[in-house]
């Protein structure tokens, strides 16, 4: 089989990996790819977001199978469209992608289905919400409707701050569409979990759960990024946490995008925050996270390829689905500055990796035959083990071995959740 992989970072090079692990697949295409992932497929410059480029590329190159990975692209209807040509996809359509689409929607979506999440209001006028906000108590949690590159949630602690925030977004359009509408959220407390789901519209199959660490700096402070580091499993989500989010959020949101005759297939992504009522949606991703895929796949022991297609195809079972009882680790090596201005364009160092690691490139470009940083988030350092402890240890060891200039990293990935193991 030819395969299609839309989208150019980590995630997607954990995803062709992966894949690649399936004798059936001679060849893997990639748009637009990166410097990294060229060493695993045939990678070309169309944009994730261009879907009339996609659908050129398809026509010429007649892949038997794409796989789109991004929120932009299944957000405009990339699978839609796709499969319009005859080109099968592993992803949402359209209609059903906008449970991340639009934070409104999937907001609207849980209250009428009794799916637990944070008490809100949505607002369109500007001068409404800064009033609404003098009386809400603080932390709150202001959010853009629409996508905004994972940056679109604050949590504002005073009347400033929440003021500053709703100027921002609806006014001076710093998100543009994406704030023309906005929610206040009541502010949820409690360990966050993240987890990917395979669904083919009826059943749904958790992936292992995950732990990801968004601050820029150790100890959690600093600014938001897309994420600086990752581990799996999450010590917080037990078994018996496990059954109650599939019996009150998991099924409940896949029946509910059937009802509303958006059946949803692919991955779905829950954000979850354990609090003390019990588990709660924070939010929804129509697809796999970032930098969550790259320590749930090396766990996987099934075969990623036939539970894709199950997924496409409505065949979905639960016994197609094995991960490892081990645990995995993410470092991610950043571009000093990062998530603000940053310099790139330093070759970069890459080591062999080992039996059980693996370096999954995002941010990074081929010039004249060497490897050069060309992003904030420049590559993931992966390692598995037996133990999560051997699993943070073996990836920062792997850290250690690559190296290129202005590169920075946190040093307590995973710490959060060894304490967790250690209460």
């Known amino acids: 089989m030819n395969i299609l992989v839309i989208g150019g970072g980590g995630r997607e090079h954990a995803v062709i990996k992966t894949l690649k692990k399936n004798k059936s697949v001679e060849k893997v295409f990639c748009l637009p790819g990166n410097g990294g992932i060229a060493r695993d497929a045939e990678c070309f410059p169309v944009k994730a977001t261009d879907i009339g480029g996609i659908l050129a590329f398809a026509k ?11 929120d932009d692209p299944l957000v405009l209807g990339c699978v839609d469209e796709l499969e319009k040509i005859g080109v099968p996809c592993f992803g949402p359509h359209k209609n059903a992608a906008i449970l991340e689409g639009s934070k409104v929607f999937s907001k609207a979506l849980m209250q009428k289905y009794g799916i637990p999440t944070a008490k809100s209001r949505v607002f369109e006028d500007a001068a409404e919400a800064i009033s609404y906000l003098k009386a809400h108590p603080y932390p709150a949690v202001v959010k853009a ?13 005073s009347f400033e701050e929440a003021t500053k925030a709703v ?18 959220e009541e502010f949820l ?25 968004k601050r820029a700096g150790d100890g959690d ?8 580091g990752t581990i799996a499993p999450n010590p917080y989500y037990t078994e018996e946490v496990a059954k109650r989010c599939m019996e009150e959020i998991f099924l409940p949101t896949v029946r509910a995008m059937q009802k509303e005759g958006r059946p949803f297939r692919g991955c779905l992504y829950f954000g979850l925050m354990l609090t003390k009522e019990g588990p709660k949606v924070i939010e929804y991703n129509c ?66 990796a080992g039996e059980r690691e693996e370096i999954f490139v995002a941010g990074a470009k081929l010039e004249g035959g060497k490897l050069l940083s060309a992003g904030g988030r420049v590559l993931g350092a992966v390692a598995t083990a037996e133990t999560l402890k051997e ?33």
């Not at 407390?189 to 732990?211: A, I, N, Q, R």
């Not at 590169?407 to 209460?423: P, W």
């Open 287 to 352: 697809r796999f996270g970032d930098p969550e895929t790259q320590v749930v796949l090396p766990l996987l022991e099934s075969d990623l390829l036939t539970i894709l297609l199950a997924c496409r195809n409505g065949t979905l079972s639960e016994d197609m689905v094995k991960f490892s009882g081990g645990a995995a680790c993410c470092v991610v090596l950043a571009s000093k500055g990062y998530p603000k201005a940053y310099e790139t364009g330093f070759e970069i160092s890459l080591p062999e």
């Open 189 to 213: 407390e409690g360990p966050e979990v993240s987890v990917l789901s395979f669904t083919d519209g009826k059943t749904v199959v958790p992936m292992v759960s995950s732990m990801d660490h």
């Open 221 to 228: 402070t600093g600014l938001n990024t897309g994420g600086m």
């Open 60 to 70: 010429e190159h007649a892949p038997d199978f794409a796989v789109v990975t991004p």
């Open 167 to 184: 100027e921002d977004m609806m006014v001076k359009r710093v998100f543009g569409e994406s704030g023309a509408r906005i929610l206040v």
């Open 391 to 423: 699993a943070i240890s073996g990836a920062y060891a792997l850290s250690e071995k690559i190296s290129f200039a202005n590169a920075y990293k946190r040093t307590d990935i995973g710490a959060r959740a060894m304490a967790a193991l250690e209460e």
């Open 145 to 157: 409707d629409g996508l905004a590159l994972g940056k679109g949630a604050l949590i504002v602690n």
